[in-house]
């Protein structure tokens, strides 16, 4: 997986959420393309854009078909619900009509197929619209035939006209089919199983788990050669020193003999419960002396994130233990402390991010706790004896030694300073060789591989099991249309808490704001998925705008703290749109000015945040992110920037209403009902189609960049 799973950390200079992190979902390909895809494969990614309401990206792709394939009856039917998409009618550009009038020329062209109806569905809608936005007023006639046409259609057709078609159809249509709309969305809302399975798009996919067995020790020729030294001098200083009590004190030296003999025992079975990282074998565990040293962790950041991951994991189990948590967070310091590293060095080459290992470490945290619960922690934990007995041990070796060398002087009275010097440096050898780690680990091993064997077997049933949980993961596109479902919902609750109906509303629009603190993630090439949102609803009717804000808990779907403003056109003091960023021509290639590390000389990241700020003249003020995009950062698998800007840059309805706000406060509220006759300029009119395009031109002339990923 590599970096394929990213990281993303926020600052606080581009407005991003600071201290939220956000997923990268790496093994999603749904909006990547190779450059050799098939017509079928582009089609499959084209259609998947326009189901996740990306619609600019889609209709590049939809016109790049046509052009290549030709214009067939579906592609002209998804071309039209792209380029209609969140749109309202008076915005579309020239080449955009121009495109729309060529996809309904070109399917009444074509031979009647499944595609047909619903293209033509579209057209009488648009139609319909056309008429009101020319004439003010929609004939009953046309309404009818332009409603039945849309409820003979199948209701998978049926549901992507309501969803890319809100913002055309008229007040009179929606008005129409607004009960059949509210049922739908009340029963597709929270289906299937939402509560049960969003918080699973927020969630890293999990790395399988990398098993290290323990390898037999070894010794270096050095290390092996300053054991055997040791051993040699200490054995002689000590038996040329007992020899010579023997000789002159049997009964003195016997004693002191026993005196070593239990000491030494002390000393070599405490040794391993007394300091047991020196002889632990895990790949965490320092290197004895001896050993070849592992090398330090690349990036000290990523070791840092492991162990807070771990620590915060671990911590959270404690809760379970109640009152007793100190306890159980004491008794698995160790442990934490020993899987932090251990996780450092399994996942640091290739690399990952840290949330790929939460179920392990989460496994583990779990393991602990029954052991603890058990009792097995508090039976491991050093008692009292372990320290004392250890420190009783190499005191008796000391005194005994002294003991030793004192009655060779007080029976020979000769000097023992060689043979003190040949024990001390025998001494100091053995123990810098490592020669007991050696031993011990040895002695250790097949108990340890037995264990690891073990181990391995758990982590592998926890992962499986871990990706059962995760396999009915929501894709983007039932994400987008949740979140769709929500925003209709609710325009649909504020209409009936103002008494409005569809007709009596202008413009209206529908901005979903992360709220402060949510989580985030996304597919590759998609747009950032939150757990939470602030919605903001505007409608603009003929008296005024009335302004709901309230937020959205995207799993429960819950709507809460409502907060409604409702002020005339005349109260609005000031309006307009700040832009963070720079922009070229095209109007989606951004330059930061800062990099990403701010002054700390970090790789620049070109990010581009637009803020809708409104003003009214009792002093209150709102301040509203409408856009915001932020080039993610290099990895092994670039993603397409421009597809990207595309998505989070590109023309919506949203930025429509809030233009006309803009212009409201500039010259007052009859720049609103103005806005119908200065639509009837650029509406769309009914006219010859544009000649079919020649293989490889496509409609309106030069096709948009592919945004192939």
């Known amino acids: 997986m590599n970096w394929e799973q990213a990281v993303f950390n926020n600052t606080a200079k581009d407005g991003s959420h600071v201290g939220v992190q956000g997923v990268l979902i790496g093994d999603n390909y749904t909006y990547v393309l190779s450059q050799n895809a098939t017509p079928a494969e582009r089609l499959a990614k084209a259609r998947a854009c326009l189901a996740a309401l990306n619609a600019v990206p889609a209709r590049a792709l939809f016109k790049e078909l046509i052009a290549d394939e030709g214009a067939s009856n579906e592609l002209c039917y998804h071309l039209a619900l792209s380029i209609l998409s969140e749109r309202p009618f008076g915005d579309l550009a020239t080449d955009e009509l121009q495109d729309l009038r060529y996809a309904f020329s070109s399917a009444r062209r074509n031979r009647e197929d499944r595609w047909s109806a619903p293209i033509e569905a579209i057209r009488s809608l648009v139609e319909c619209r056309r008429q009101q936005e020319q004439n003010g007023v929609t004939s009953r006639d046309q309404l009818d035939d332009a409603v039945g046409a849309y409820r003979r259609l199948p209701e998978k057709r049926q549901n992507e006209i309501q969803t890319h078609l809100g913002l055309v159809m008229t007040g009179a249509s929606l008005d129409r089919l607004e009960a059949e709309f509210a049922g739908r969305i009340r029963a597709r809302r929270l289906a299937p199983d939402r509560k049960g399975r969003v918080w699973k798009f927020f969630e890293p996919v999990p790395e399988p788990p990398r098993a290290r067995m323990p390898e037999a020790p070894t010794m270096s020729g050095l290390h092996g050669f300053m054991a055997a030294c040791g051993a040699v001098l200490c054995t002689a200083g000590l038996l040329s020193v007992l020899i010579i009590d023997l000789v002159h004190s049997p009964g003195f030296a016997l004693a002191v003999l026993a005196l070593l003999g239990a000491s030494g025992t002390l000393v070599v079975c405490l040794a391993p419960r007394q300091f047991p990282s020196r002889y632990l074998a895990a790949s965490g565990a320092p290197p004895a002396p001896g050993a070849p040293h592992a090398a330090p962790p690349a990036d000290p950041e990523f070791a840092a994130s492991i162990e807070e991951a771990v620590r915060a994991v671990f911590h959270r189990h404690s809760w379970h233990a109640g009152a007793w948590s100190p306890s159980f967070r004491a008794h698995t310091r160790t442990i934490q402390a020993v899987l932090a590293r251990e996780l450092t060095e ?364």
Not at 437 to 450: G, K, M, N, Q
Not at 662 to 683: I, L, P, Q, W
């Open 346 to 709: 399994l996942y640091a080459a290739p690399r990952i991010q840290p949330g790929a290992v939460d179920w392990l470490i989460r496994w583990h945290a779990g393991q602990a706790f029954r052991r603890w619960r058990a009792g097995e922690l508090k039976k491991e934990a050093h008692s009292p004896f372990v320290p004392l007995g250890f420190t009783a041990g190499a005191v008796g070796c000391c005194f005994g030694t002294l003991f030793l060398l004192g009655g060779m002087v007080a029976s020979t009275g000769g000097r023992v300073g060689l043979f003190a010097l040949t024990i001390a440096v025998g001494a100091v050898l053995l123990a810098a060789s490592g020669v007991d780690v050696y031993l011990v680990r040895r002695r250790r091993l097949p108990d340890e591989r037995a264990a690891a064997a073990r181990r391995r077997e758990g982590e592998a049933a926890a992962y499986r099991s871990w990706c059962a949980v995760l396999a009915d993961r929501p894709s983007d596109i039932e994400m987008a249309r949740w979140l769709d479902d929500d925003k209709r919902h609710l325009m649909a609750m504020c209409r009936n808490q103002y008494g409005l109906s569809n007709a009596d509303i202008i413009e209206h629009a529908v901005i979903a704001e992360p709220a402060r603190g949510a989580q985030r993630a996304r597919v590759r090439n998609g747009v950032w998925r939150y757990t939470a949102y602030v919605l903001w609803v505007y409608l603009l009717t003929e008296a005024g705008v009335r302004q709901i804000k309230i937020s959205l808990d995207f799993a429960t779907g819950a709507l809460r703290n409502q907060r409604r403003t409702t002020f005339r056109y005349d109260a609005i003091a000031s309006a307009g749109v700040e832009e963070v960023g720079e922009r070229a021509d095209d109007g989606l290639h951004m330059i930061a000015t800062d990099p990403d590390g701010g002054d700390q000389g970090g790789p620049v990241r070109r990010r581009l945040r637009q803020s809708f700020h409104l003003a009214l003249v009792n002093g209150e003020s709102f301040e509203i992110t409408v856009k915001r995009f932020e080039e993610p950062p290099p990895g092994p698998e670039q993603e397409d920037l421009p597809w990207l800007a595309r998505l989070n840059l590109g023309p919506s309805g949203v930025v429509s209403t809030l233009k006309l706000l803009e212009e409201v406060a500039a010259e007052g509220g009859e720049r609103v009902r103005a806005a119908r006759r200065r639509r009837r300029v650029a509406s769309f009119s009914d006219g010859p189609g544009h000649e079919p395009p020649r293989h490889g031109a496509a409609p309106n002339g030069t096709a948009e960049a592919n945004g192939h990923g």
